[in-house]
């Protein structure tokens, strides 16, 4: 069974007032790993500390590609190696980075140098999806396409059900073009709603992720993020997937 993690930008309030009692209340949700979006002050070696006090897994983080500049990418190397993870998940990119073929193109031959730097180190970065990714350019390829044409086969295309679908996207195919890429693949409902309460049609999605794409992890995020409501929202998440015989 593939495993599945949270972002915790799902509950980034929590994890700002207490990042160590959030990840407490996650692992005893059921949860078996975590995708960082930030370390809310604390050290890796900390963290790597508690994750292994509470039996969780370090799946990835979201990591802004400013944290991977000549002058800071030697430390978010030595963080992740520290995480226990191998993946480095650019959250999101400017839309200058994006938002032409001849953009995307330049972008992708930037993340192929990155990614080569990474695997030399025993690391893989990825790119996450978001719905703007998602729409036709000029050459009629969205951003995320030409992307995840012009980058290696273990750059990490880690698409998001939710984002792509608001893109105009098929709810799967973003998957099905790319084998093998989509080693870590967020489940985020429409609408901001708990999994199964809105438009993502999951078994294409689970059959597509495990059939061809590679799937290592899930990661659930809900876009509330806003106190307690957040907490209670994660864990209604995992029970419905919990239901749909996924955890």
């Known amino acids: ?24 209340k996650v692992a005893a949700m059921g949860y078996k790993g975590v995708e960082f979006a930030g370390y809310h002050g604390h050290s890796a070696a900390d963290i790597r500390a508690k994750l292994h006090e509470l039996g969780l897994k370090c799946e990835g983080t979201h990591t802004g590609i400013d944290l991977l500049s000549d002058d800071k990418i030697e430390q ?39 990614t080569e730097k990474l695997r030399a180190e025993g690391l893989r970065l990825g790119f996450h999806a978001h719905s703007d990714d998602m729409h036709a350019l000029e050459s009629d390829d969205s951003a995320y396409y030409i992307l995840g044409k012009n980058t290696p086969k273990d750059f990490i295309l880690q698409y998001d059900t939710s984002n792509g679908m608001e893109g105009g996207a098929d709810p799967v195919q973003p998957i099905v073009d790319f084998p093998n890429r989509n080693a870590s693949v967020h489940l985020k409902e429409t609408g901001g709603n708990v999994i199964g309460q809105g438009e993502v049609p999951w078994e294409r999605v689970f059959e597509a992720a495990e059939n061809g794409g590679g799937v290592e992890w899930y ?25 749909m015989g996924k955890a």
């Open 1 to 24: 069974m593939v495993p599945i993690a949270v972002q915790l930008y799902s509950v980034r309030d929590e994890a700002a007032r207490d990042l160590f009692g959030t990840l407490e």
């Open 76 to 114: 978010t190397i030595a963080d992740h190696k520290t995480l226990g993870t191998e993946w480095v998940i650019i959250p999101w990119l400017p839309g200058e980075k994006r938002n032409t073929p001849a953009a995307a193109k330049a972008t992708a031959d930037e993340l192929t140098a990155l």
């Open 219 to 243: 990661v659930v995020e809900h876009e509330s993020g806003q106190g307690t409501e957040a907490l209670d929202a994660v864990a209604a998440c995992l029970e419905a997937l919990k239901g």
